[in-house]
C-alpha cells in the first residue's frame, strides 16, 4: 500500500490550494452574503482546467486521474462549497454521463464547450415527487417521427438558471418502471424549456439552484443519450462519480474547519492563556483531524478503485456517508472552538455549517448511502420493506 501522492498530483494539490486561496477564498464570504452565483470565477474555474478535469484531452478535458480530481475538489470544497459544486456537477454529474454513455457526435458537440466553460451543463434527475426514489420518474418522454417530446418539471437543479445544455432523465413507457427510462442532452434553448430560481436556501447561496419546466419540449433523435432503458444505469453511474465529488468537498470542508479552528485555537487567549492549550479544545481538534483523515482515506480508496477500472458504487457511498456527515461534525466543532466568533460570518466556519448541510441530502441521502452499504454487506435488498 502506497499512501504517497506522486510528483504530478502533488503538483495538483498545492496549484490547487494556492489557486483557492488567491481566486475562491477572497470572494467566497462576499458571494454567499450576496447570493451571487459568480460566473466570473466559474470562468477562472474553466481557465485553471477545474472543469471537466476528468474528460479526456482529446475532448478539450485536463485528463486526471480521479484521485488528482479529489484533490482538487478538496480545495476548491476548502475555499467555497458553492463554487465547488460548479465543478462537481459539470464534470461529475454531466461530463463524466457524456464520456461514459455519449455517441461521438455528442461528446464533440457538448464537451469542449463544457470544460471551457463556454457551457454549462446541469442534471435533470429529481424532481418536485421524485427524490430518493429515482426511478420513478413522472417525466415522460414520446416518440415522435425523428425526435421526442419531452413534458415534465425537475427540481433542485443545480446551475439550471444558467446550464446550456440540461441532461434530463425521462420515463418511455411506465410499465417498464426503471428499465423504461432514458436519457436526454436537451439544448436549455429549446422551445417549452423554462427555468425558475429557487429562493430561501439554508447555505449554498453563491450557487444556482432551479426549478425546470419541460412542456412538450421537441427534440431530435440525436438529442438521445445511450439507448432507450439505459436512462437509470445512465442516472446511478452519473451518482457514482458525483457522489465522490461531493464526499472529496467535504474533506475541504472538514480540513478547512481544522485549520481555521487551529489558526483561532492559537490566537484567541483566555485565562490569559491561548485556548488552543486547554485539553478541552485540543480534543476538538484532534475530533476533526481524525475525521478528515479518515474522510480523505475514504475518498482516496474509492479514486483509487475508480482509476482502475474496478466497481467502486459501495466504496463511493461509504465515501460519501463518511465525509458528509464528517464535514457537518467537523463545522459544528469549529464553531464551537471559535465561540461567538463562530456565530458570524467573519471566519469561513459558519459558511460551512450553514453549505454542507445539504450534503447529506444530495446526490442521494445519507439513508440512502446506508442501504446501498447495508445491501452489499448482507446481500439482502432492505430498500423497500416487502
Ligand atoms: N451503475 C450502473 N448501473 C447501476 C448502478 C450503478 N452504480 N446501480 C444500479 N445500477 C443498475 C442495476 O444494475 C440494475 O440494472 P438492471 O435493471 O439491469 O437489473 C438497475 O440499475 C436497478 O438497480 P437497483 O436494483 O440497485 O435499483 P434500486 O431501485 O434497488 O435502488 C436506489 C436504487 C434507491 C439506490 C437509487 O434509486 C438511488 O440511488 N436513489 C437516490 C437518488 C439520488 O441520489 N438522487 C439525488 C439526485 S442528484 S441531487
Redesign the pocket.
Known sequence: MDFDLSDEQQLIRESAREFTDKEVVPRARENDRNHHFDTELVGKLAHQGYLGAIVPKEYGGAGLDYVSYALLVEEIGRGCSAMRTVVSVQTSLVCSSIVRWGSEEQKQRWLPDLCTGEALGC?G??EPDT?????NQKTRARKTDGGWTISGAKM?ISMGNHAKVALIFAQTDPELK??GLAAFLVPTDTKGFSTQEIHGKMGLHGSDTASLALDDVEVSDDALMGEVGEG??IA??A??S?RYSVAAGCVGICQGSLEASVAYAKEREQFDRPIGSFQLVQAMIADMRVQTDAARLLVWRAGYLKDQGRPS?TETSIAKLYATEAGQNCSHLAIQVHGGSGYVDDHPVERYYRDVRVTTL???TSQ?QKL?IGRAETGL?A?VPS
Do not use: P, V
Open positions: 442534471f434527475l429529481t427524490g430518493s426514489d429515482a426511478a433542485w426503471h428499465r437509470f444505469k446511478m453511474s451518482l457514482d458525483g458504487t444530495y446526490e442521494g440512502i446501498i435488498n430498500l
